[in-house]
């Protein structure tokens, strides 16, 4: 009797657990280790993911599909058992095999839990965050999560339309701000402003779900110094792409992690042969690589930093992309 009374009660047990909440991915988004930290790679547009804690311009979420076993290591870091020892980064797929769907992609370095192996595949979970502007109807932020703020999104903001992938270059095209906004000197990186309700704009670029626009106003003339002639900031890897005649020759600051110090061969021609240059991630938020040729000199120097360094560098665009990878090529100048 005992076990038939226990098996009723095991039965009628899912239906007192509430169902976890669901978010979909409106735009391909990079995935990043806390709202405002390191990005660990980027998730596909159209994905659902479990939803956990929610951030006033993040929400988490929890992570989980199959790698090439090859592509893990072992690792004891923060709690996690495994950890992309590919540099160049790893598909995430939602089946173990090469043809299935495409999730996302985790950059070198991303550290995760390993479930289990199979035919040459291991299924790993992690949980991250993503931008709240890249989740379709984005979940209420909770009174005890953040405080409200002018720069906090309505809750029932939804996120942009995603761009069409063939449409990285802006027109010019006048858009309007109807609920405001939070700007950004890049996608997801530090806040320089807030956008008033229903502010004009002129769209200067598009990139994975992010607009760079440009707005008309006018400051006292007493508010402003005058910055000598420099390098443009703020300059995505997808703008240089989109319009590589405007970029190429011009140069930039980009905020760049040091992955490693190589040499040029032919299976990338943009690069002196034999010549040294460094294999970095960025420019940061973006979570791609950059390759940056230096002289004999700066490459010593980098040998001898700390690992994953993150530096600002000045460089010299010479390249949208490689000619097998969609990696920019630039020259080093300086690092500020």
Request: no cysteine; proline share 9%; charged share 20%.
């Amino acid at each position: 009797m005992q076990a038939l009374i226990l098996g009723a009660l095991l039965a009628f047990r899912p239906a007192t657990v509430t169902a976890q909440d669901q978010v979909r991915i409106s735009a391909q988004t990079p995935l990043l280790k806390t709202p405002d930290a390191t990005i660990l790679g980027r998730v596909e547009r159209g994905t659902t993911w479990v939803q956990g804690r929610v951030d006033r311009k993040a929400v988490e979420i929890t992570v989980e599909g199959w790698i090439f076993a090859s592509s893990l290591g072992a690792t004891t870091r923060e709690g996690f058992n495994a950890i992309v020892n590919d540099g160049q980064g790893q598909n995430l797929r939602a089946d173990p095999r090469p043809d299935g769907k495409l999730l996302g992609r985790l950059s070198g370095g991303a550290l995760l839990m390993r479930l289990e192996t199979k035919d040459g595949w291991t299924r790993v979970r992690r949980q991250a965050w993503v931008a709240r502007l890249a989740v379709s109807d984005p979940p209420a932020t909770p009174a005890t999560t953040a405080t409200p703020s002018a720069l906090s999104p309505p809750p029932t903001q939804s996120a942009p339309p995603a761009a069409p992938a063939q449409s990285n270059l802006g027109d010019g095209s006048r858009a309007n701000a109807p609920r405001g906004a939070t700007m950004m000197a890049t996608p997801g990186g530090e806040v320089v402003g807030t956008l008033a309700p229903k502010s004009d704009v002129r769209v200067l670029a598009r990139a994975n779900g992010w607009m760079r626009v440009r707005i008309d106003a006018w400051v006292p003339d007493t508010s402003l110094e005058t910055s000598a002639p420099g390098a443009a900031t703020g300059v995505t890897a997808a703008e240089v792409r989109a319009d590589p005649a405007r970029w190429i020759g011009q140069i930039v600051d980009w905020r760049l992690q040091v992955v490693a110090v190589q040499v040029g061969d032919g299976l990338r021609p943009e690069l002196p042969e034999g010549k040294p240059y460094l294999l970095t991630r960025g420019p940061l938020p973006e979570s791609g690589f950059v390759y940056v040729t230096v002289s004999p000199e700066q490459a010593q120097r980098y040998r001898d930093a700390a690992p994953l360094q993150e530096i600002v560098a000045r460089v010299r665009i010479r390249a949208p992309a490689s000619k097998y990878l969609p990696t920019p090529v630039v020259e080093f100048i300086s690092e500020q």
